[in-house]
């Protein structure tokens, strides 16, 4: 197939994907016979551009799911091994090429897709992955801003979380955005019935930048 | 501004053309001679393959039974029309099938209810099909190379080997083709169609002989089937499911583009050859005068060639015909009126230069990055 520039050049394995696994990923998805036709004709011509949301939101979609195929792999215990363009187990870092916000451009949704692709199916054992710092990656790296990951202990389980002064509620399940423009963000934390990094209260020093903070309050 | 070109039609060249014997036979033709399209170049006993008929479907009765409703035995054979099975309802009512060719009953599965029946052997005579002169002759493969011209046509897309027959127009470029299209009328015919078919028309079709078909777009799950479960385009494919199939524009439901379509119509009734897995259709020409040219022209030695022009690329100017490649608008076709200096926000959030496109019958806008550039 040709080389054209495009969202998915950087994968050679779109043809793996299970469509049945794009449909929870799309609010009002096509049927399967209409997507796995898109799909197929975004191998077939992978530099064309999504001219409407709905086909953005499919290509996110596929974006997710040629992550996760293409993300590290688990080993007996669970653990992620090995490295991998997007990811860097070792220094917890989401890696974003500068040159998906061409075609994506909204930077929310696109490191949602990267940590619903990356992280969604770790395993929440250890503290190791609570927290990842997001790079938007050129010529020069720059950091936008960290994911947290918090480990709640049911389903009824709040976060208590200030932020630059600022209090918010973070309930288990939710996804959140908080902004936090500067290089250096501090914040708190208490847990009724949880842990991050290991521990049920705390105050750290995080990343932030145009991204802001990221949680995933998601149950596992 | 640069975008991709794609050759569609080659008109009017000197190229090769393959033919192949069907089944074990003989070559009539020798090396250097010179041909003409209605020449036997060769003729071979070939079978037509086979079909699996579910009796259990047609006599609305369980798998497991199917057997006692059989008029023949398994392993006898059985002509056209005749008696295949029958059942009476509670009414008294009589189901027949008939058989559907000359055939020999092969297997009965008795969890699906399937018959599956292998068609008799026939004698088959290869024409040339073409003006040209014979440039190898290969006894062991049953398979003659004629250097000719011919037009050939470029699909997206393809699945089956080379297969030659008379081209027959079944639809208009943007229709479905159904299950209904096919009779046996078509056997041995390349069959042009519209803007989708579907996996149970490509099973009729197969039954009923048809050697080809030509297509505007394929849903992608039936194409995996034919494809060894791949959505994958490797350079160079070997698959072939007893039909050759060649789809011009892309997956899902997309009209045959006019310039494909216009060139086809003017074959209708033509014999002409299909490589499914090329996705190249080649178009003889019929015209005795082309002989001198093809005797002045030299072509390089005999190569796989491996045809790849999907890399190349043009530079964006007004008046190029080009071909919209992207969800919106897919496959339709017009030349460039105006190109935007500037970059505009599309619905989508996404920024590009859009390219105004006129139609037969409309004008368009269109950003540049889902259009190719068409020869």
């Given at each position: 197939m040709s080389s054209l520039p495009g969202l998915f050049d950087s994968f050679d394995n779109l043809d793996q994907i299970d469509v049945g696994s794009l449909i929870p990923w799309i609010k009002n998805p096509p049927n399967p016979i209409q997507l796995e036709n898109y799909l197929a004709n975004r191998i077939l011509y992978p530099q064309t551009m999504p001219l409407n949301e709905a086909d953005i939101k499919i290509d996110l979609a596929i974006l997710r799911e040629v992550l996760r195929l293409n993300g590290p792999k688990k080993n007996q215990?669970?653990?992620?091994?090995?490295?991998?363009?997007?990811?860097?187990?070792?220094?917890?870092?989401?890696?974003?090429?500068?040159?998906?916000?061409?075609?994506?451009?909204?930077?929310?949704?696109?490191?949602?897709?990267?940590?619903?692709?990356?992280?969604?199916?770790?395993?929440?054992?250890?503290?190791?992955?609570?927290?990842?710092?997001?790079?938007?990656?050129?010529?020069?790296?720059?950091?936008v801003g960290s994911i947290l990951l918090p480990q709640f202990g049911s389903s009824s389980d709040v976060m208590d979380l200030n932020i630059l002064g600022k209090g918010y509620k973070i309930k288990a399940g939710s996804l959140t955005l908080i902004?936090?423009?500067?290089?250096?963000?501090?914040?708190?934390?208490k847990f009724s019935n949880g842990k991050f990094l290991g521990k049920e209260e705390n105050a750290i020093e995080i990343s932030g930048g145009k991204l802001g903070i990221m949680i995933d309050g998601r149950l596992s | 501004m640069y975008i991709p070109l794609r050759i569609r039609i080659e008109r009017d060249i000197i190229t090769r053309i393959y033919r192949s014997l069907t089944g074990t036979g003989q070559i009539k033709v020798s090396v250097n001679q010179e041909v003409a399209p209605e020449d036997i170049i060769g003729s071979s006993n070939s079978s037509a393959g086979f079909?699996?008929?579910?009796?259990?479907?047609?006599?609305?009765?369980?798998?497991?039974?199917t057997e006692k409703y059989l008029q023949r035995k398994v392993g006898q054979?059985?002509?056209?029309?005749?008696?295949?099975?029958?059942?009476?309802?509670?009414?008294?009512?009589?189901?027949i099938v008939t058989s559907p060719a000359d055939g020999i009953l092969d297997y009965i599965n008795p969890k699906t209810g399937e018959l599956r029946m292998s068609f008799l052997p026939k004698k088959e005579d290869l024409p040339a099909g073409v003006y040209g002169i014979v440039e190898v002759v290969d006894e062991e493969k049953g398979m003659i190379i004629i250097k000719t011209q011919a037009s050939l046509v470029h699909?997206?897309?393809?699945?089956?080997?080379?297969?030659?027959?008379?081209?027959?127009?079944?639809?208009?470029?943007?229709?479905?083709?159904?299950?209904?299209?096919?009779?046996?009328?078509?056997?041995?015919?390349?069959?042009?169609?519209?803007?989708?078919?579907?996996?149970?028309?490509?099973s009729e079709a197969i039954s009923e002989g048809v050697k080809g078909i030509i297509v505007g777009g394929i849903n992608a799950k039936d194409y995996k089937g034919m494809a060894g479960g791949h959505l994958s385009f490797p350079k160079k494919l070997d698959n072939d499911i007893g039909i050759s199939i060649v789809c011009t524009e892309g997956f899902g439901s997309i009209p045959m583009g006019m310039d494909i379509y216009e060139i086809l119509s003017a074959y209708d009734g033509k014999y002409i050859s299909i490589d499914g897995n090329k996705a190249v259709i080649y178009l003889p020409s019929f015209e005795s005068k082309s002989m001198s040219k093809i005797k002045n022209t030299s072509l390089g030695p005999i190569t796989e060639a491996l045809i790849?022009?999907?890399?190349?690329?043009?530079?964006?100017?007004?008046?190029?015909?080009?071909?919209?490649?992207?969800?919106?608008?897919?496959?339709?076709?017009?030349k460039i009126i105006a190109i935007d200096k500037s970059e505009t926000v599309l619905p989508s959030g996404l920024k590009g230069t859009l390219i105004t496109i006129e139609t037969r019958s409309r004008k368009i806008q269109v950003p540049v990055a889902n259009l190719e550039v068409i020869l």
């Amino acid at each position: 197939m040709s080389s054209l520039p495009g969202l998915f050049d950087s994968f050679d394995n779109l043809d793996q994907i299970d469509v049945g696994s794009l449909i929870p990923w799309i609010k009002n998805p096509p049927n399967p016979i209409q997507l796995e036709n898109y799909l197929a004709n975004r191998i077939l011509y992978p530099q064309t551009m999504p001219l409407n949301e709905a086909d953005i939101k499919i290509d996110l979609a596929i974006l997710r799911e040629v992550l996760r195929l293409n993300g590290p792999k688990k080993n007996q215990n669970g653990e992620m091994l090995g490295e991998n363009p997007f990811l860097n187990i070792t220094l917890r870092k989401i890696i974003i090429p500068d040159k998906f916000l061409q075609y994506v451009p909204n930077l929310t949704e696109l490191t949602w897709a990267f940590v619903d692709g990356l992280l969604l199916s770790r395993a929440k054992e250890d503290f190791f992955g609570d927290l990842w710092t997001v790079i938007v990656s050129d010529h020069v790296d720059e950091i936008v801003g960290s994911i947290l990951l918090p480990q709640f202990g049911s389903s009824s389980d709040v976060m208590d979380l200030n932020i630059l002064g600022k209090g918010y509620k973070i309930k288990a399940g939710s996804l959140t955005l908080i902004p936090c423009p500067k290089d250096r963000c501090e914040l708190s934390y208490k847990f009724s019935n949880g842990k991050f990094l290991g521990k049920e209260e705390n105050a750290i020093e995080i990343s932030g930048g145009k991204l802001g903070i990221m949680i995933d309050g998601r149950l596992s | 501004m640069y975008i991709p070109l794609r050759i569609r039609i080659e008109r009017d060249i000197i190229t090769r053309i393959y033919r192949s014997l069907t089944g074990t036979g003989q070559i009539k033709v020798s090396v250097n001679q010179e041909v003409a399209p209605e020449d036997i170049i060769g003729s071979s006993n070939s079978s037509a393959g086979f079909r699996v008929l579910n009796l259990a479907n047609l006599l609305s009765v369980p798998p497991s039974e199917t057997e006692k409703y059989l008029q023949r035995k398994v392993g006898q054979r059985i002509y056209k029309d005749e008696l295949l099975a029958q059942k009476k309802d509670f009414l008294g009512r009589n189901k027949i099938v008939t058989s559907p060719a000359d055939g020999i009953l092969d297997y009965i599965n008795p969890k699906t209810g399937e018959l599956r029946m292998s068609f008799l052997p026939k004698k088959e005579d290869l024409p040339a099909g073409v003006y040209g002169i014979v440039e190898v002759v290969d006894e062991e493969k049953g398979m003659i190379i004629i250097k000719t011209q011919a037009s050939l046509v470029h699909g997206v897309f393809g699945s089956g080997k080379l297969r030659d027959g008379t081209l027959n127009l079944i639809g208009k470029k943007d229709d479905f083709i159904a299950k209904s299209a096919f009779s046996s009328q078509y056997s041995g015919k390349i069959l042009v169609g519209g803007s989708l078919i579907f996996k149970e028309a490509i099973s009729e079709a197969i039954s009923e002989g048809v050697k080809g078909i030509i297509v505007g777009g394929i849903n992608a799950k039936d194409y995996k089937g034919m494809a060894g479960g791949h959505l994958s385009f490797p350079k160079k494919l070997d698959n072939d499911i007893g039909i050759s199939i060649v789809c011009t524009e892309g997956f899902g439901s997309i009209p045959m583009g006019m310039d494909i379509y216009e060139i086809l119509s003017a074959y209708d009734g033509k014999y002409i050859s299909i490589d499914g897995n090329k996705a190249v259709i080649y178009l003889p020409s019929f015209e005795s005068k082309s002989m001198s040219k093809i005797k002045n022209t030299s072509l390089g030695p005999i190569t796989e060639a491996l045809i790849n022009h999907e890399s190349e690329v043009t530079e964006m100017k007004i008046g190029l015909n080009v071909r919209v490649i992207g969800n919106s608008y897919s496959g339709e076709q017009g030349k460039i009126i105006a190109i935007d200096k500037s970059e505009t926000v599309l619905p989508s959030g996404l920024k590009g230069t859009l390219i105004t496109i006129e139609t037969r019958s409309r004008k368009i806008q269109v950003p540049v990055a889902n259009l190719e550039v068409i020869l």
